[in-house]
């Protein structure tokens, strides 16, 4: 039980820290994620001295962390944002991984001597743009649609076939001719499952009649959750299915919206959090200066060369104006995933892959720190935030909180007397208002002689002062009818 209180402590005043970090991050205009990485460091051995070296705990922890994160960015992609950019989104999670592998393993078995296998293995752990970190920075950048879109879909979709490159390589198996045969069915089939159990996920969530409001953003993370089980069952990419499964219910007509999205996004920062302190606490500052200038060469080469290489050769299809390609080129923000994948090969011994995960640990804070504090600025010099481009908004009850109002969902039941009266016979205090009927899971707005049926689902936006007396009488009006008052029926 002491151990149990000092764990929930510790965690507890950790999250709270973490949270603070969001504010402080924004003002000092740095990426959070070193935040977070410093916090588990200073609780790691050389501050605090709590000993944490389980490399496949880590893995599953880390692994686990970047499904709910991959699934809290799914549900908050907009389709209508996303579709004009589809091609090049995928393009650069494939054709662009491959030609970065290949440039940036080429270029460390040249500069480092390192063997083929081995070094192909680095450059496919350091190809995987990060889907935390590109989530929570170009949102509100307030570039172009097109672009911001591509880097999310790009940022989503490349942690599978780059999954998919770490264990083929860590694996002492030789590469066969069904190789790439194998990649691609596992990418088709984890897209599919992902589409499917979205779908499925999303027709149910509207035709269930769940007892609480707090029950739907859990079905829904539950449903991306899945997903990753079901694709990984049938050996297919769970990753990409979980956000497939996120981006199709994400664009449903999912009930209470809001709340899921909101839920969503509080869970994925709690999963980004608890990952790269996690991560911090992992790693040993007395093992990384000794892999600086490795972590150097290897950042040179992929921001230099692999970078810019292979961004120009996935976009040439599709035209893409030379200020984008070059936003594109530095846009490939590193985090969390390329660690989570550098302890794969060392969970499966493959030798020195330790160094490589120092490495890796060493580039991630280099490479947040050049790209993560110059985006903004690059993006000023290209001339890619045009004026009259609207930046996303993200809606939620907040505003109603500001106005000290509060928003009401009523059902009318079956026998109830508020079906068949006006919504003039409603007489509700002031300060509270009928704003929203929905009726056949069609909304409009009510006029003072609509009348009310079974089934109707009301939106009664009141103020915080008025909010009971709007309950009272709307609980007056359902036992007793248009008549509550003069029958004594006060709603208590």
Not at 274 to 301: D, H, K, M, T
Request: with cysteine; proline share 5%.
């Amino acid at each position: 039980m002491a151990d149990l209180t000092s764990v929930l402590g510790i965690g507890a005043a950790v999250l709270l820290l973490a949270v603070l970090a969001v504010r402080v991050s924004v003002r000092l205009g740095l990426p959070s994620l070193l935040l977070y990485l410093a916090i588990g460091l200073l609780l790691g051995e050389s501050g605090l001295g709590i000993r944490f070296d389980n490399a496949a705990l880590t893995q599953s922890l880390g692994l686990a962390a970047l499904v709910l994160i991959l699934t809290e960015g799914g549900l908050t992609t907009r389709w209508a944002a996303v579709r004009p950019a589809l091609g090049i989104g995928i393009a650069l999670s494939t054709v662009a991984v491959a030609v970065s592998i290949a440039v940036t393993g080429t270029a460390l078995h040249l500069l480092l001597d390192l063997g083929w296998r081995t070094a192909l293995l680095w450059g496919a752990v350091l190809s995987s743009t990060d889907a935390a970190a590109v989530f929570s920075v170009l949102r509100g950048l307030g570039v172009g649609r097109r672009l911001v879109g591509t880097l999310e879909l790009e940022s989503g979709l490349n942690d599978a076939p780059v999954y998919l490159a770490v264990v083929l390589l860590a694996s002492n198996e030789p590469a066969q001719w069904s190789t790439p045969l194998l990649v691609c069915y596992e990418l088709l089939v984890g897209a599919v499952i992902g589409g499917l159990l979205g779908w499925a996920g999303g027709a149910a969530l509207r035709r269930a009649a769940l007892p609480a409001t707090g029950l739907y953003p859990l079905a829904t993370v539950a449903v991306c959750v899945l997903a990753y089980a079901v694709a990984d069952l049938a050996h297919a990419s769970g990753l990409l299915a979980t956000y497939v499964a996120g981006v199709v219910l994400g664009n449903a007509r999912l009930p209470h919206r809001a709340g899921t999205l909101s839920f969503a996004e509080g869970l994925g920062w709690l999963a980004q959090i608890g990952l790269f302190v996690l991560l911090g606490l992992y790693a040993s500052p007395s093992r990384l200066l000794g892999v600086l200038v490795p972590a150097l060469v290897a950042g040179g080469v992929l921001l230099i060369l692999a970078r810019p290489l292979s961004v120009l050769l996935a976009t040439v299809p599709f035209r893409v104006p030379w200020r984008e390609r070059g936003f594109l080129a530095w846009c490939g923000l590193r985090g969390a995933v390329p660690i989570v994948l550098a302890l794969i090969p060392l969970t499966r011994g493959v030798p020195d892959a330790q160094r490589l995960v120092d490495v890796v640990f060493v580039l991630v804070v280099v490479l947040t720190l050049v790209q993560g504090t110059t985006l903004p600025m690059l993006a000023r010099v290209l001339g890619l935030q045009p004026r009259g481009e609207p930046r996303e908004v993200q809606v939620d009850v907040a505003p109603l909180d500001e106005l000290k109002a509060e928003l009401l969902q009523v059902r009318i039941q079956a026998g109830s007397r508020l079906h068949g009266i006006d919504v003039a016979e409603l007489r509700l205090p002031p300060g509270s208002m009928l704003s929203l009927v929905v009726r056949d899971g069609v909304g409009f707005t009510p006029q003072s002689t609509t009348r009310l049926r079974e089934g109707d689902e009301l939106l009664v936006v009141a103020t915080e002062g008025v909010r009971a007396r709007a309950e009272r009488r709307i609980r007056a009006v359902d036992r007793a009818g248009r008549f509550a008052r003069w029958m004594g029926e006060t709603g208590e």
